[in-house]
């Protein structure tokens, strides 16, 4: 009982003490339960009905003396009950009005007593008793804790076999059922409840505002909605207040009185607090009744409205016949053909039978159009209806008093089946945004919305002249508006056009297709045309003999699969080999053409099979079914010809692909950069576009990038950067550029074509990725002295520092690079350092992305070379080096390998080496020895040389058994760690044991082979450190002998 | 007919025929006598197939249905109206049919539809061509109103002047922007898979085409 009081009773305010009951359904429901329940207790337990309660229940009762005959001792102002307790006490007590009772035994006789007012007398007990079950049975009975309160029961029950408790848990028992009965009743309840919806209450909004404005004959002078952002689910309510099932907010000014705020939430519409004055907020507390709907509501508020409302009524009349126009429409479909009825009222209902039915069925099946045009349709009709019934409802009552009782109660369940359907069709990922939009569609149905039905009635019931006519007219209407898109979906054209392309008529399919391709912009039409199985036929048009035919299927099919499913519909039934096909034609574009129905250019063919490949191929698995089928060869050399309707496809397609290392591959072996470098100079943006994006692409491959320069790619590509105006070209272009100058020949042509200070320039006010790229070229032209120098010059240092503070980490990554790179320079050194820019590399140590943790790393390198005091510099970081000295706790071997470089040059300062030594450098790059990557083992190596110089650090090492793994390093290949070894080892060597370890490992025997290596820093350690493994032996032996 | 007599009329033929070579026509004559039957030719008059036998041959080759528009399409060979379609009015019907350009076709066409010659598509006659387009629904008071509506359509689609007719003008410019419309009022050209598989079975020999 506890449960079902605390949840599903309603409570007039939230929180506990002060509240009462509402009379509403649901509690007289409940409250009527629990009367039962108690009624009948004497008679089903007797035994238990004996017990008594552990407190009393006590409440004020409105029951006069006189109701309490036999078994009472009735006195002037109290009464009892003879029936009393162990000590004595009455198991009743009346002392008007407060009353106290003790068992359910007196609990029936009191409601027997009550009578009419049984209700009433609940009511005030459960109000006063907020937590019945805990006074009954005692505090740890509460069911709130059932689990605890079941195992401790059963201690008790185990302890003693006391009579009572064994009573006490059957009340306990009892109660429970009860308490889940009551819930279980209270969910029938609940669901049977009248709950507004959003739509519907949209739908009223909307009704009432085209009957608002100035004027004696409007019903309302204003109704707007307080926020202007809907969300997904169609409410406007901010989500805390979404929540309590709150809707939209909405400011209505009547005729007659002062703007009214109202609430409308599912459980009805009332009066708020309003606005407050200052911010506009709303004050949500419910300052007046509950009202069902809005009409209601204002016909309560004013007069005026109700007035005019009744002078509407017959708009909306009119609105209705439109609406059964619409009905009758929808009979048809169902196939069901019925002499109209008169009465609209009964013909409306009638109609919502048929669709209740058939909605049932189509929640069943897929979804299907079909049912989505019913449900659309339905959605407005019985929205509609039962608007209008709330509306015209008390003034029109004598003519809607034939309407079966029934009625409203089936309007408003359809209107619930509804919402439940459209919801499970949001389910899936890809329909999410339907349901709004048909929502809008509903608002208002545009004419053409009808013309189109009918002609799709002619498409479904016509041979195939009248099927062709109704197809061209069909093409007159604007399909490029998505009202109409969404029409031909709506009235089940989808299928019948797709259903077209079954046929073998030749003439219904071109037209059904020429629709299909310009509707099939819209997503939501891509969707269901994937959803009918239309793409399959399409792929089998494809192999048409007649060209018109395949070109409209290739575009169609380039419309559709702009999405992942579609695509991998495409590819699974073929369609990607058959395309390929398709750009097989172009050999042959000269032969002469007559101009028909069925042919088009071979030229014409292959581009829509560019087109469509070109929408397919941004799925991995189809760039790989185009490479298999052939494409590749195909692709270039239709890159040859010079129409740019053709090369945009073209290069698209290509540029899509080479995202994969195989097509790199084949591109740089058909000799394609040639033309793609050939087309940079075309006069089309989109075709540069592509171009250089594929450029950028495919440029990774260093012979690429000198295929580029041999073509005179450069130079196109550096003159296209002084054209900033369109964005996402000069994304491509720059990122073209940034890939190319990994090259050192084509930085310097760069440098010719004085492409450095454009990019410099584009440093400020770009998007970013037009940045990132920027950024990325200019640190790879930073390689170069005279690149640093220019850039220095052009005032690009300021820019690029500024970029330390973004958050995209490609960008990042580029700019800590680029501003690393600078750094190798003293003079820019000198500005950065001026502009606080190694404190920004530093800060950006704390990056969660290991690629900038690792670039900022690697450029605070030549920071700390080059700058004056470095040492100083470093150790003004507060917490700075006890970061970077934490870093080498990480896991990515890029991140361990920069930030030992970077500690080899804070240890070149000898307070710093003495800080990072006490945050415990030594261990922890002991514990990284055991690697066998190449660049962490060099500039681990390096760091360690460096750390020896402080203290009794080379014991340290030795210590921590850095040094066997040290030796197998001088086993790599390469050269570099070779030589960082070497040293490390010379310094490690200064301390006899380690020269003990180095022997045991065999360093002598690798070491003496490094002492004849031409690199003379190699030969140098190599020999310092044998010199001081050999002087320890002869010290040993010296020693032994003497 | 002997050869001599069929290498002549081949020849004049050819001459007078801008889409079929020589050995077209040659197989084309051939395919004429041999539907019309050798035995008509001697007994002299009016050589050729009458309107029965040529609407036979539109239904088995070019799978036409419509009566009324095979009756028209008779009318379009036979040039002279003398009742029955002679030689040269096959061959050049024939020409029309499977290589006529756009113009032709459209010209053919629109005399096939305009039923009574007056030089417009009236109202009346597309009602007459349309009428059997729609599947009758019953429930519908009056079953030609999908038909009238039909009608509507078509002329909001191709009157271009608004004259509540379809003059050439109209149906030409219609056409243009529209191949599709071409036929609006019924097949009345053979489709492009019969017509392969007439040209395929005709003109089976493909080594005489590059004698040409």
Known sequence: MGVALTKSAQWTAAGYGTGTLEITPLNEAILKEIIMFVESFIYKHPKEAKYVFVEPLEWKTSLDLSAFESGYVVSETTAKSEEVDKNGQPLLFLSVPQIKI????????????????????????????????????????????????????????????????????????????????????????????????????????????????????????????????????????PPWRQIRGEMCYVMVKPHDVETLCVTCSAKGVFLNGGKTDDEGDIDYERKGEIYKDLVTFLKEKSAKFSENMSKHVIDFKEEQKEMDQLGEAAKEEAGTFQKAISGSDKRSLEKNQINFGKNQMAKRLAPSLNWKAT????????????????????????????????????????????????????ESEENEETPEHRQEANADLPSEYWQIQKLVKYLKGGNQTATVIALCSMRDFNLAQETCQLAIRDVGGLEVLINLLDTDEVKCKIGSLKILKEISHNPQIRRSIVDLGGLPIMVNILDSPHKSLKCLAAETIANVAKFRRARQVVRKHGGITRLVALLDCAQSSAEPMQSSLYEARDVEVARCGALALWSCSKSYANKEAIRKAGGIPLLARLLKTSHENMLIPVVGTLQECASEENYRAAIKA?????????????????????????????????????????????????????????????????????KCSISKENVTKFREYKAIETLVGLLTDQPEEVLVNVVGALGECCQEYENRVIIRKCGGIQPLVNLLVGINQA??????????????????????????????????????HPDVKASAAWALCPCIQNAKDAGEMVRSFVGGLELVVNLLKSDNKEVLASVCAAITNIAKDQENLAVITDHGVVPLLSKLANTNNDKLRRHLAEAISRCCMWGRNRVAFGEHKAVAPLVRYLKSNDTNVHRATAQALYQLSEDADNCITMH????????????GSPDQELQEAAAGCISNIRRLALATEKARYT | ?????????????????????????????????????????????????????????????????????????????????????????????????????????????????????????????????????????????????????????????????????????????????????????????????????FEAQVFKDPNDFNDM
């Open chain 1, 102 to 237: 003790r068992s359910f035994g007196q609990l029936s006789h009191f409601l027997f007593m009550a009578k009419d007012a049984k209700l009433k007398e609940a009511q005030a007990c459960i109000e006063a008793n907020r937590d019945p079950v805990a006074k009954i049975l005692g505090s740890e009975y509460n069911t709130m804790k059932e689990d605890s309160t079941a195992l401790n029961i059963l201690d008790k029950i185990t302890k003693d076999d006391d009579p009572e408790i064994e009573i006490k848990i059957k009340i306990a028992m009892l109660l429970k059922q009860l308490d889940l009965h009551l819930l279980n009743h209270s969910l029938k309840h609940i669901s049977l409840e009248i709950r507004l919806n959003p739509v519907s209450v949209k739908k009223d909004i909307e009704l009432l505002k085209r009957f608002s404005g100035k004027g004696e004959q409007t019903v309302l002078e204003s109704i707007e909605y307080t926020s202007d952002y809907e969300f997904s689910n169609g409410c406007r309510a």
């Open chain 1, 375 to 426: 449900v659309n349709y339905k959605d407005k009709s019985s929205g509609k209806d039962s608007q209008e019934e709330k509306r015209g409802g008390k003034l029109e009552s004598r003519r809607k008093s034939s309407a079966p009782p029934g009625r409203a109660q089936l309007l408003r369940k359809s209107v619930e089946r509804i919402e439940e359907i459209s919801d499970s069709s949001s």
């Open chain 1, 670 to 738: 058909e000799r394609i950069i040639e033309n793609l470098v050939k087309n940079l100079s075309s006069e089309n943006e989109q075709l540069q576009e592509h171009c250089a994006m594929a450029i950028y692409q495919c440029a990774e491959d260093e012979e690429t990038r000198d295929l580029v320069r041999l073509h005179g790619g450069l130079k196109p590509l550096a003159s296209l950067l002084n054209n900033t105006d369109n964005k996402e070209r000069l994304a491509a272009v720059t990122g073209a550029i940034w």
């Open chain 1, 811 to 848: 960008l990042l990554v580029n700019v800590t690079k680029a501003v690393g790179a600078c750094a190798m320079e003293p003079e820019s050194m000198t500005i950065i350092d001026r502009l606080d820019g190694v404190r920004l590399l530093w800060s950006l140590l704390k990056n969660p």
């Open chain 1, 1000 to 1011: 045991e490992n065999g360093a002598v025997k690798l070491l003496l082979a490094m002492v």
């Open chain 2, 1 to 197: 007919m002997n050869r001599k007599k069929l290498q002549k009329l081949t020849d004049t033929l050819t001459k007078n025929c801008k889409h079929f070579n020589t050995f077209e026509v040659n197989y084309l004559i051939k395919l004429f006598y041999n539907l019309v039957g050798e035995g008509v030719e001697r007994q002299g008059t009016a050589i050729g197939l009458d309107r029965n036998a040529f609407r036979n041959i539109l239904h088995m080759t070019f799978g036409m249905t419509d009566d009324m528009i095979m009756d028209r399409v008779f009318r379009g060979f036979d040039k002279d109206n003398d009742g029955c379609v002679n030689v040269t009015e096959w061959i050049n019907g024939l020409s029309l049919f499977l290589r006529g350009s756009l113009e032709e076709k459209m010209k053919y066409c629109f005399e096939v539809f305009d039923l009574n010659g007056d030089g417009f598509i009236s109202k009346e006659e597309m009602f007459h061509m349309l009428k059997n387009s729609l599947l009758k629904q019953p429930s519908e008071e009056d079953p030609d109103e999908g038909i009238k509506d039909l009608v509507e359509i078509t002329l909001k689609k191709m009157d271009r002047d608004h004259d509540g007719k379809l003059s050439f003008a109209d149906y030409e410019q219609a056409v243009r922007e529209e191949t599709l419309l071409l036929e609006a009022f019924g097949p009345c050209l053979p489709d492009p898979k019969s017509q392969m598989e």
